[in-house]
């Protein structure tokens, strides 16, 4: 595990956007672990969070011209990457999201921000279904730009309603990475070496066994 992913769930965990217990998916499974990018609120925080997605695209080796962030997680995780970005290689990166609803007065449109142009790259917190990814892949590609990629804070690694996950689905269907900060194997590796999450390990390696995939 590298330095930014351990920061970043340990980060995930203190905040408590990290849980352990009992959740019902809806998928109908019972998830010994939970993910809610939405706790990670405060200014050094969004700050951490910045750094764990620029070093995951480090790694990656995604060129990209702007970023783009779903609404409504993927909007605070893209300006939090983008102000990283500049911050740390010096790089002025733009930034769209989109609204849920079209506005239809004022300045009109369904995006905020930049317009979607060249290489975009989507910023989200985790793929499910991958219904908002493709629905982003739709609004970019109506507006003549293309997806070079996907990075997300957390890929569960699991199976969807067939053999592959939803990341390896999108990866699959559309061509093009799907890059996380760090997924299950990452969280059971740190739970295994942490001795005050270590009641948790049976639990998660149990799930991975039921349900994982083999990362790609």
Known sequence: MLQY????LELAIARDALRFGSFALKSGRESPYFFNAGQISSGSDLAALGRAYAGALAQAG?????????AYKGIALAVALSIELASREGRNVPVAFNRK??????????LIGAPLVGRVLIVDDVITAGTAIRESLELIATHGARAS???VALDREER???DL??????????????VAI?????????VGTNPALLEHGPALRHYRERFG????
């Open 5 to 8: 992913q351990r920061d970043f």
């Open 62 to 70: 995604i060129d990209y011209d702007m970023l783009f962030g779903p």
């Open 101 to 110: 609803e079209a506005k239809s007065h004022g300045e009109g449109g369904a």
């Open 149 to 151: 990629g996907v990075v």
């Open 160 to 162: 969807g309603a067939g």
């Open 165 to 178: 996950s939803a990341v390896q689905e999108v990866t699959r269907e559309f061509g093009i990475p799907v």
């Open 182 to 190: 760090a997924g299950l194997a990452d969280l059971v590796e740190l």
């Open 213 to 216: 995939t083999p990362p790609t």
